[in-house]
């Protein structure tokens, strides 16, 4: 009876969690630091995120924490806060005839956007303005990624797609 006991408390333990063995890792706070998620999350809004343990694997709808892979996206100490929009093998493009953006030429449904980009503004090299970009191929082992608020995000619109070992973290609801 004894062994029987254990047993079943080492089965009940090692089926809690998830089932996600990449997102196993302790749960940390962070502050939002910056208004590109907005309405999601405000700035200063605290967030509690599971860290990545292993390689993150991608879903579009995450919210997620990067780290700069530098190049575009500049050499940024502090985490950066996104969406997945698009992961790899998947082409992404902004706009369809409705002005929403497309992945695999499907639009997508974003009741998330609160504050969109502009159509058609003019580039500006200081800020990822305009909501329109070509399609973009999303390369294997890397996510694109975009800020709820598209009228003051600087994201990958601009910068380009992430890579997968950039993510360290995804907010947990």
Not at 62 to 74: A, E, F, M, N, Q
Not at 77 to 97: F, Q, W
């Amino acid at each position: 009876m004894r062994r029987l006991m254990v047993l079943l408390i080492v089965m009940a333990v090692a089926g809690c969690g998830d089932g996600d063995a990449t997102e196993t890792g302790a749960t940390e706070q962070f502050t939002q630091g910056g208004v590109s998620m907005e309405p999601t999350v405000k700035a200063g809004q605290v967030v509690t995120a599971r860290t990545v343990t292993g390689t993150y694997e991608t879903r579009r709808g995450d919210v997620v924490l990067i780290r700069s892979p530098g190049g575009l996206w500049g050499d940024r100490k502090a985490p950066l806060l996104k969406r997945v929009v698009a992961v790899g093998g998947e082409t992404i493009a902004c706009c369809d005839t409705s002005g929403k953006v497309t992945v695999d030429g499907k639009p997508l449904a974003e009741p998330y956007v609160a504050e969109d980009a502009s159509l058609d503004e003019p580039p500006n090299p200081n800020y990822c303005g305009p909501r329109r970009f070509a399609a973009v191929t999303v390369p294997a082992d890397s996510v694109f990624v975009m800020g709820d608020s598209r009228a003051r995000s600087n994201d990958s619109r601009c910068a380009g797609p992430v890579p997968v070992s950039s993510v360290f973290a995804v907010i947990v609801d």
